[in-house]
């Protein structure tokens, strides 16, 4: 017997109500499920084992994500700086999430210290660029999923900036799943991923949590150091959804399974939004479930000082070979992003995204119930 939420989901959908009414509810039973179980409960042991050894055999080698670094991560670090074990900023309840993501009970965020990017507007700038944060073996970061789960009662484990520690990812899933951990797993994503790693967490996630942020190779040169981003984000968020298909939600509002695809929208930079929201709905699904987040903000190294040395003489350089702080020009750094966005910036991505047939949105809900 279905309960009276689902059966009003239902009557919702039914055949009488014109097309358009029924999605402006975001209510779809393709979309609904009756009840969910987390992927990497569903591996075999076989499949487990293989993952195991995968996970180590990259660890060895690591060539896991675009940066091919080749460094065995046992004896050294590559481009993320971050060997054999995770480095954590901080675990626990989390609710700055989307509310199908975050629910009632927060969601289970764990925070990976370092990055494999190196975004000059890093809204998580100490954790990702600074590194701050504790050692932890796959295994006691897989203990930790099960205090989330047990003590918090989240409703997910939601692992950020994961892309420079999957294998270490890979191995805590597979330890917490044999000691009960039975929660949905979210990859939370800036999507520079590789195909390679994303086969590894094929069957251990859920949920992949996608950021897509620029469009154009030269902005990302010069913004996320990283030329090649769109082009990776676009395979790996068609990899993404092969896996797990567009987001689905249980009868309580919660997303359990799917791909959550993120926009931040960048100062003038609303042009790019909309080739990646023509991308979406062209190369992966119209029913594709967006968030166009509208909070940007300067951090990190936009809107600082640039600083230029001016050596004249040996006494100027005096200072620059005790390694102390040169002299400050007052010019500002990516002044062109040094700025909130527009409200007419955010319209203008929202409006492509229309157009191009997306309308599945992280909006407030317009009826009473939850925005799925
Ligand atoms: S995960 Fe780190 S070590 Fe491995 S390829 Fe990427 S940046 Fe290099």
């Known amino acids: 017997m279905a309960s009276p939420f689902i059966r009003h989901c239902l009557l919702q959908r ?17 979309f609904l499920l009756d009840d969910y179980t987390p992927r990497y409960l569903r591996l075999t042991s076989r499949d487990a084992a293989k993952k195991r050894s995968k996970a180590y055999a990259h660890l060895r ?5 675009p940066r091919q670094c ?5 004896e050294t670090t590559g481009m993320c700086l971050i060997g054999d074990t995770a480095k954590v900023n901080v675990i626990a309840p989390h609710f700055g999430e989307e509310p199908c993501i975050q629910g009632h009970n927060g969601s289970g965020a764990v925070f990976m210290s370092g990055c494999n990017m190196r975004c000059i507007f890093c809204q998580n700038y100490d954790i990702a660029h600074q590194r701050n944060g504790m050692d932890l073996t796959p295994e006691a970061l897989g203990d930790w999923y099960l205090k989330l789960q047990e003590v918090g009662n989240v409703h997910n484990i939601n692992i950020v900036t994961p892309e420079h520690v999957v294998p270490q990812v890979a191995l805590s899933i597979l330890h ?23 086969e590894l967490m094929d069957g251990l996630v859920d949920i992949y949590l996608a950021d897509f942020k620029v469009w154009e190779p030269s902005t990302s040169k010069r913004l996320l150091k990283a030329d090649d981003y769109a082009a990776t984000a ?5 990899a993404m959804h092969k896996q797990v298909g567009d987001l689905c939600f249980t009868g309580d509002g919660i997303a359990k399974v799917g791909v959550l695809i993120r926009h931040l929208v960048m100062p003038g930079k609303e042009a790019e939004g909309a080739e990646i929201m023509k991308f ?3 190369e992966v699904s119209t029913d594709c479930f967006v968030n166009i987040m509208e909070q940007y903000h300067p951090d990190a190294h936009v809107g600082k000082k640039r600083r230029r040395r001016r050596v004249s003489s040996v006494a100027e350089e005096e200072p620059r070979r005790r390694n102390e702080p040169a002299e400050e020009d ?6 062109d992003i040094n700025r909130a966005v527009t409200s007419e910036e955010v319209s203008l991505v929202r409006e492509a995204a229309v157009r191009a047939g997306l309308w599945r949105f992280c909006d407030p809900p317009k009826h009473d119930g939850f925005a799925i």
Do not use: F, M, W
């Open 70 to 74: 080749g460094v065995n991560r046992h």
């Open 14 to 30: 039914a055949p009488s109500i014109p097309r358009a009414a029924q999605r402006r509810l975001h209510l779809a039973p393709p």
């Open 234 to 238: 676009r395979e790996s968020i068609k």
């Open 61 to 65: 080698n690591c060539n896991l994500c």
């Open 176 to 198: 917490a799943a044999e000691r009960g951990l039975r929660v949905p797993i979210i990859y939370n994503t800036s999507s520079y991923d590789s195909l390679a790693s994303l």
């Open 280 to 282: 979406l709905a062209s």
């Open 330 to 335: 007052g010019e500002v750094r990516y002044s």
